[in-house]
């Protein structure tokens, strides 16, 4: 069998700019939840309460140590029994399957990112906080302007590598019949038989997005590199004046 490229001009191309479209939309909803749960959990961890620190190393485990296919699933079939009935309904106004792909993959990719702002936080010396709380800022604006500035410049590689695997990861809806890329390829092989052609330009398609997420994240870090680098340099001007 020849190859025809020819198709990804017609409805198999308008396909998998319609799955690009859905892959772009669940990874800004995995992310943008992921990072809360992220920050949530990791920063909980970081401060060590008692009563929080049992529920957050539960969560991290457990969200780290299974599938992420198995989670999508179980969020699919199990989200009537595990919700409540309000928050049900508003997942399926939603989008059922989208909402179900959401919820599993930020619940899974949330415990890595909180595992990474943790060593984020650690990274910086005990005493900056300790020494912001006792100059008379509040627990919240320690972090923010304190803790948080310093732990961001070493957290990015990591994140953007999780931004990566949440792109990656996106086709794992596929499961659950999300229209996204690898759905169109699946849908385009099994119709048109011509899984191959569709196969090469979803993998494009991903490597590019990949590309570009890893491209973004190194511009960012070195801008924030040179950002702190000058302050160090202003702050050690002031001081010798």
Known sequence: MQLDWSILWGDAGLLILQGLGVTLQLSAWVLAL???????FGTLRWVGLPVMEPICWFYVEFARNTPPVVQILFWYFSASYVLP????????DFG???GAAVAALAIYHGAFIAEVVRAGLNSVPKGQFDGARALGL?????????????????????????????IKNTSLAMAIGVTELTYQYKHIDIFAFRG???LAAVTVIYMILCTLAAGLGHLLSVHLS??????RGLRSV???E
């Not at 604006?141 to 695997?165: D, F, Y």
Request: glycine share 6%; no cysteine.
């Open 34 to 40: 992921a990072f809360v749960l992220g920050l949530a």
């Open 85 to 92: 009935g309000w928050l049900f309904l508003q997942l399926r």
């Open 226 to 231: 040179r950002h702190m680098t000058a302050r």
């Open 96 to 98: 059922y399957e989208f």
């Open 238 to 240: 002031l001081t010798s």
């Open 196 to 198: 191959v052609e569709a």
């Open 138 to 166: 509040g627990f919240l604006q320690s972090l923010r302007r304190i803790i948080m500035p310093q732990a961001l410049r070493i957290t990015i590689p990591p994140l953007v590598n999780e931004t990566v695997a949440v």
